[in-house]
């Protein structure tokens, strides 16, 4: 039976931005729930502290303040694109929800929008239309920690560091772009977080600027732990939100489905362009399932680094991520903690394994086996390259993910041409 042709109508883009709206609304919903009097002072030190990674903001800042935070990032990022009239794509998906995740460890308005001005000025230098850049600029709140440490990390906070802070942000956000789409030939696209690879080399760069003239970053490790029923009530109705929206007036979205899990995922690979509005909002609700399902059948908890994670992916399932790809770095990830003694319930843990799936496109090109050496192999570099920059860049997986990919590919080529003789 065919729906009413009323009902069939194609949605503007503009109107299917819009419904992202609804994640705003659920997230100030259950925010307001804890009935916390001391959530707006609690929410303007979030946005006046360091935000240096690992900072979960549900344990130093308290989960109603958490996610007031998350639903106001949400807002401004969604009406920035309303009003740019941004045409709905997957890297827009990929960079509202990455954000949207990370709002829960290391992000704010404070820290993102020095980097959103620096793309601005970007655009207006090379002469292109600020739309052009501003998705690369969303995702760049990865060097977030930068512009709030200087802000307000190195024990004394005036109008100097502020100012000191908002002008190394615009900077920042001014060279991300350009060095992203030179950084993302070093690994020929085979890893998702790309901005995560490029974010830690500009982190490496100021870090050892700071160091060099006594301003050193010291690396904290604040984690909320405990099972709170508002955050899985969050993580649950948001996948179904995906469901609901991807099978709302779909008639076939399996065959739609089809078109995406036969994708590599290799950058640069647009899910909506694909396999369609409706299918791309069933894969991601896939993706979100599998990693959920993870963080629970490994003991561990829904907090400020596991829904960064969950949500990252759910972001990349309309970007290079689908369940036939992530499962082989899952896989090997988990095997490669087994073996380092790490345990696997440890949110640290947890939240490698997720992020090993920024290696999805390696398996979905290369196969199975080749998708688990890559999860496999990211445990070990992602545990251990943080130091290079002491917790300033929030992507530590996706710089992780970077270095992986390009020695792997590299190594798979040789192998390759050794079969081939």
Do not use: C
Not at 34 to 55: C, E, G, H, R, V
Not at 328 to 348: D, M, R, V, W, Y
Request: hydrophobic share 55%; aromatic share 14%.
């Amino acid at each position: 039976m065919s729906l009413p042709k009323t009902l069939t109508k194609p949605w503007s883009s503009q109107a299917r931005l819009s419904l992202i709206f609804i994640w705003a609304v659920l997230t100030f919903i259950i925010a307001f729930s804890y009935q916390d009097p001391t959530m707006w002072s609690s929410f303007i030190k979030l946005n006046l502290s360091p935000a240096i990674l690992l900072t979960d903001y549900f344990e130093a800042f308290g989960p109603s303040a958490t996610l007031l935070n998350a639903a106001i990032v949400l807002v401004i990022n969604v009406v920035i694109l309303l009003i740019l009239k941004m045409q709905l794509s997957g890297l827009l998906y990929a960079a509202i929800f990455t954000v949207y995740g990370f709002s829960f460890l290391g992000m704010n308005a404070v820290n993102l929008i020095p980097i959103y001005i620096g793309g601005w000025v970007y655009a207006k230098y090379m002469n292109l239309e600020f739309k052009t850049v501003i998705l690369v600029s969303i995702i760049a709140g990865t060097v977030g920690p930068i512009i709030s440490h200087i802000m307000f990390g190195y024990g004394t906070v005036s109008l100097f560091t502020i100012a000191l802070g908002t002008i190394v942000g615009i900077i920042l956000g001014f060279l991300i772009t350009p060095l992203g789409r030179h950084f993302l030939k070093f690994h020929d696209g085979f890893n998702l977080y790309n901005i995560g690879f490029t974010g830690g080399m500009l982190a490496i760069l100021y870090d050892s600027i700071a160091r060099r003239l006594g301003y050193e970053a010291v690396r904290v490790r604040v984690i909320y732990e405990q099972h709170d029923i508002r955050l899985i009530i969050l993580t649950v109705v948001s996948i179904l939100l995906f469901l609901i929206i991807g099978f709302h007036f779909e008639e076939h979205p399996y065959e739609n489905l089809k078109s995406i899990f036969k994708s590599s995922g290799r950058a640069i690979s647009d899910f909506i362009a694909l396999g369609g509005f409706h299918a791309t909002h069933i894969n991601m609700a896939l993706v979100g399932i599998m990693s959920t399902a993870l963080v629970f059948a490994l003991g561990g908890y829904l907090n400020g680094l596991t829904l960064a994670g969950i949500f990252t992916i759910i972001a990349f399932g309309a970007f290079g991520k689908h369940p036939k790809n992530i499962l082989p770095p899952f896989i090997g990830a988990i095997l490669s903690t087994i073996l380092t003694g790490l345990p696997l319930s440890a949110s640290t843990s947890i939240l490698s394994i997720l992020f090993a799936s920024t290696l999805a496109p390696i398996a979905g090109a290369y196969g199975f086996g080749w998708g688990i050496a890559a999860g496999f192999l990211h445990v070990f570099l992602v545990n251990h390259v943080g130091m290079f920059y002491s917790g300033l860049n929030l992507y530590n997986n996706g710089f992780a993910g970077g270095l992986g990919a390009g020695f792997l590919i590299i190594i798979i080529g040789l192998v390759q041409r050794e079969k081939a003789k």
